[in-house]
């Protein structure tokens, strides 16, 4: 077939196929499901794959009025990107993400945790947590032998008792380790009151008190949602932080407060799980 009679061939596949509304790449014959159907092989019979639009987290944020479903690679999380908001408010999720499983699970085990309490605790009304330290003596943590509080390469889980408030409350601590400003959203209860944080600065190894330091009793439980807005290549990476204290014998019921018979068998299980 000559030059001009195969362009003649291509022109007039290509005009049914527009005007059965489908386009057809590497194939004549487009599955007819599709509006545009990419042939996985070329002429060679090479097998090739199809690229997106690549470009970093902070190109993409300045995509104006990206539409609901369009995808783009993302060269800074390294993942195949969906915008599933809309194009005033975009919500970015790797298609890799599962929303509401689990993955990169951290945990920490701390035993006993009454009797590992130092006498330099914190006041009540405290605003600001002391800067993280491992030596700290205001903190759980500090006392490894005893145990440890969960950490992963972002954030550290800390506990430290309540001065000032009924005997066996504690304050969670959230502190920063990751070695960058880091801004986050986050909420929990304490108290039996929402507590909601929105763009919470935290420097490198400061901390913050997620709960607002209400008084928490040792036969609570706590969960604490934390979202990444800053810095840009950790954006929208969401987590759910937990602590939960529990007796070790069933010798005995533990009192409100955690002041009565039995304290010194009461252990604490700390946990930050990356939601994906």
């Excluded at 022109?11 to 509304?21: D, N």
């Excluded at 602590?243 to 252990?267: C, R």
Aim: proline letters at 6%.
């Amino acid at each position: 077939m000559k030059k001009n009679q195969l362009n003649a061939a291509v022109l007039l596949i290509v005009g049914v196929m527009l005007a059965k509304g489908q386009v057809g790449v590497g194939t004549s014959s487009p599955d007819p499901s599709t509006n545009l159907h990419v042939a996985p092989r070329n002429n060679s019979n090479q097998n090739l794959g199809t690229l997106l639009g690549t470009m970093t987290t902070q190109n993409r944020n300045s995509i104006a009025q990206p539409a609901t479903g369009l995808m783009i690679y993302n060269t800074t999380d390294n993942c195949l990107q969906i915008n599933n908001g809309t194009p005033g408010s975009p919500d970015w999720n790797c298609l890799s993400d599962q929303p509401d499983s689990f993955q990169n699970m951290v945990y920490g085990y701390y035993k006993p945790v009454y009797p590992g309490m130092l006498s330099s605790n914190l006041p009540r009304n405290s605003q600001s947590p002391p800067p993280y330290s491992p030596t700290s003596p205001q903190l759980y943590g500090s006392n490894t032998a005893n145990g440890n509080f969960a950490s992963n390469s972002i954030f550290r889980l800390e506990m430290s008792q309540i001065t000032g408030a009924t005997a066996g409350t504690y304050a969670a601590i959230l502190y920063n380790l990751s070695g960058e400003v880091i801004r986050v959203h986050c909420n929990t209860t304490a108290a039996y009151q929402p507590v909601i944080k929105y763009n919470a600065l935290l420097n490198n190894g400061a901390g913050m008190f997620v709960d607002g330091n209400y008084a928490a009793y040792y036969t609570e439980q706590q969960n604490v949602y934390v979202t990444i807005a800053y810095p840009l290549k950790w954006e929208g990476r969401r987590f759910l932080l937990g602590w939960n204290t529990f007796k070790e014998d069933y010798a005995t019921v533990m009192a409100q407060g955690g002041s009565g018979t039995g304290k010194q068998n009461q252990s604490m299980i700390s946990y930050i799980i990356e939601l994906k």
